[in-house]
């Protein structure tokens, strides 16, 4: 989820909230007010009757003005002070019945005490509790309608040098001698930002061409005195002054040697797929280099009393052909140097895979190790073990998906594309 859609959803969760207290509030308070409005007027309506009793030594005759309501009946006992009530349907106006706010108080006239009643109807106030609830909560709506809007493309656009530099981000490659850009931001936290990455993939840039200029002098400095090694065990090996045990040891160490050199040239070759020395990709028949790749081990075959199969159809793979034919060479190797006198080698591929299965050891080998380097088998280790992780590396950056799978007694090795 996106961070601006993720604010999004909090904002309008709180103004919703907001929206609906709001409503509430305003509504209390518009009554409120008018309610006290109503009451004020009832009390001037009091102090006039008072006025008017004290001048005239008389009741004031019931009537009905200004949508006030005043009635008097004699009682025995006064009310001790003036009280306010509300009525439902007692207040009658224009002839409907209306529920209003009453005002009773006492007075005396001569030996007589009187309740005067002060009835206003609720029917006015009700109306602009109505508009003026309406009025507020439109506004209200309206306001969150624009802090939407100005959420959706005025927040969304302050993001876009984000969004740039993670763009940027995306096309940077490490074996790329162009330094990464990053669009300038009048903004500070991005451009502080964009000033830390690009001094973070400058350092990465340094860092990985010297690792790159070190791995490439030390393999070619390894090779030299290997190979220096070699030659004088193999004019050693050719002597004859030698006992069985003394050719025995030598032989050993030749083979170390020869181990070493390989261990060496793999390594590279490792470190030169994880660098992404290889980016150059297209468009490659898999059948017809499958058919060439055999018709090569087809005689090694043949001397190790090997069987195969093959079976093709017309696919298309987009990857780099030098990592290709690496990747071949080594699940060949692989199928050939594991497997027995009299076993079986079995390639098919089909539109989105290729499939290489080969007899071997009876037993499976460990389906979530195979493919890491140095993983050797119980059965063979005589190897360094980092043929699989080649095939790995390149199915990686080749965006292929590995698979090893044991079954009736064979070894299958599937890759997978889109």
């Given at each position: 989820?996106?961070?601006?859609?993720?604010?999004?959803?909090?904002?309008?969760?709180?103004?919703?909230?907001?929206?609906?207290?709001?409503?509430?509030?305003?509504?209390?308070?518009?009554?409120?007010?008018?309610?006290?409005?109503l009451d004020e007027s009832l009390e001037d309506a009091m102090d006039r009757v008072?006025?008017?009793?004290?001048?005239?030594?008389?009741?004031?005759?019931?009537?009905?003005?200004?949508?006030?309501?005043?009635?008097?009946?004699?009682?025995?006992?006064?009310?001790?002070?003036?009280?306010?009530?509300?009525?439902?349907?007692?207040?009658?106006?224009?002839?409907?019945?209306?529920?209003?706010?009453?005002?009773?108080?006492?007075?005396?006239?001569?030996?007589?005490?009187?309740?005067?009643?002060?009835?206003?109807?609720?029917?006015?106030?009700?109306?602009?509790?109505?508009?003026?609830?309406?009025?507020?909560?439109?506004?209200?709506?309206?306001?969150?309608?624009?802090?939407?809007?100005?959420?959706?493309?005025?927040?969304?656009?302050?993001?876009?040098?984000?969004?740039?530099?993670?763009?940027?981000?995306?096309?940077?490659?490490?074996?790329?001698?162009?330094?990464?850009?990053?669009?300038?931001?009048?903004?500070?936290?991005?451009?502080?930002?964009?000033?830390?990455?690009?001094?973070?993939?400058?350092?990465?840039?340094?860092?990985?061409?010297?690792?790159?200029?070190?791995?490439?002098?030390?393999?070619?400095?390894?090779?030299?005195?290997?190979?220096?090694?070699?030659?004088?065990?193999?004019?050693?090996?050719?002597?004859?002054?030698?006992?069985?045990?003394?050719?025995?040891?030598?032989?050993?160490?030749?083979?170390?040697?020869?181990?070493?050199?390989?261990?060496?040239?793999?390594?590279?070759?490792?470190?030169?797929?994880?660098?992404?020395?290889?980016?150059?990709?297209?468009e490659i028949p898999l059948h017809d280099v499958l058919q060439q790749k055999v018709?090569?081990?087809?005689?090694?075959?043949?001397?190790?009393?090997?069987?195969?199969?093959?079976?093709?159809?017309?696919?298309?793979?987009?990857?780099?052909?030098?990592?290709?034919?690496?990747?071949?060479?080594?699940?060949?190797?692989?199928?050939?140097?594991?497997?027995?006198?009299?076993?079986?080698?079995?390639?098919?591929?089909?539109?989105?895979?290729?499939?290489?299965?080969?007899?071997?050891?009876?037993?499976?080998?460990?389906?979530?190790?195979?493919?890491?380097?140095?993983?050797?088998?119980?059965?063979?280790?005589?190897?360094?073990?980092?043929?699989?992780?080649?095939?790995?590396?390149?199915?990686?950056?080749?965006?292929?998906?590995?698979?090893?799978?044991?079954?009736?007694?064979?070894?299958?090795?599937?890759?997978?594309?889109?």
């Amino acid at each position: 989820m996106k961070l601006i859609v993720h604010y999004n959803r909090h904002n309008f969760f709180i103004l919703t909230l907001l929206f609906i207290l709001f409503g509430i509030a305003s509504y209390k308070l518009t009554k409120n007010v008018l309610l006290n409005e109503l009451d004020e007027s009832l009390e001037d309506a009091m102090d006039r009757v008072n006025g008017y009793v004290q001048t005239y030594h008389a009741l004031p005759a019931p009537t009905t003005y200004d949508n006030l309501l005043i009635s008097t009946e004699p009682v025995s006992h006064p009310v001790d002070k003036p009280y306010l009530t509300y009525v439902n349907g007692d207040i009658t106006v224009k002839g409907k019945k209306h529920i209003g706010r009453t005002l009773t108080f006492s007075v005396s006239l001569g030996r007589q005490y009187y309740n005067i009643i002060i009835s206003r109807p609720l029917e006015g106030i009700k109306h602009i509790t109505k508009a003026v609830m309406l009025i507020t909560m439109t506004m209200i709506l309206l306001l969150i309608v624009v802090l939407a809007l100005v959420n959706r493309f005025v927040v969304s656009r302050l993001w876009r040098p984000f969004y740039g530099t993670l763009n940027s981000l995306k096309n940077f490659r490490l074996n790329n001698t162009d330094a990464v850009e990053f669009k300038k931001s009048n903004i500070e936290e991005f451009s502080i930002m964009n000033e830390h990455l690009q001094l973070v993939t400058s350092n990465a840039t340094k860092e990985y061409h010297l690792l790159k200029e070190f791995t490439e002098n030390a393999s070619h400095e390894f090779q030299t005195p290997l190979a220096i090694i070699r030659s004088k065990l193999d004019v050693l090996i050719q002597q004859d002054n030698f006992t069985e045990e003394q050719t025995a040891v030598l032989a050993e160490a030749y083979s170390a040697v020869t181990r070493l050199s390989g261990l060496s040239q793999s390594l590279l070759l490792l470190t030169k797929i994880e660098n992404n020395q290889f980016s150059d990709q297209r468009e490659i028949p898999l059948h017809d280099v499958l058919q060439q790749k055999v018709s090569q081990f087809e005689e090694i075959w043949k001397d190790s009393d090997i069987s195969y199969s093959l079976q093709v159809y017309p696919s298309f793979v987009k990857m780099n052909a030098d990592l290709l034919d690496i990747l071949l060479n080594n699940l060949f190797s692989n199928a050939t140097r594991h497997n027995r006198p009299g076993g079986v080698i079995h390639i098919s591929l089909d539109n989105t895979s290729v499939h290489i299965a080969n007899t071997g050891a009876y037993e499976a080998l460990d389906g979530e190790k195979v493919f890491f380097r140095f993983y050797k088998s119980a059965v063979n280790n005589a190897y360094n073990g980092l043929g699989l992780s080649i095939v790995r590396q390149i199915c990686i950056v080749s965006h292929l998906s590995p698979a090893y799978e044991y079954k009736n007694g064979l070894h299958y090795f599937s890759f997978h594309w889109q």
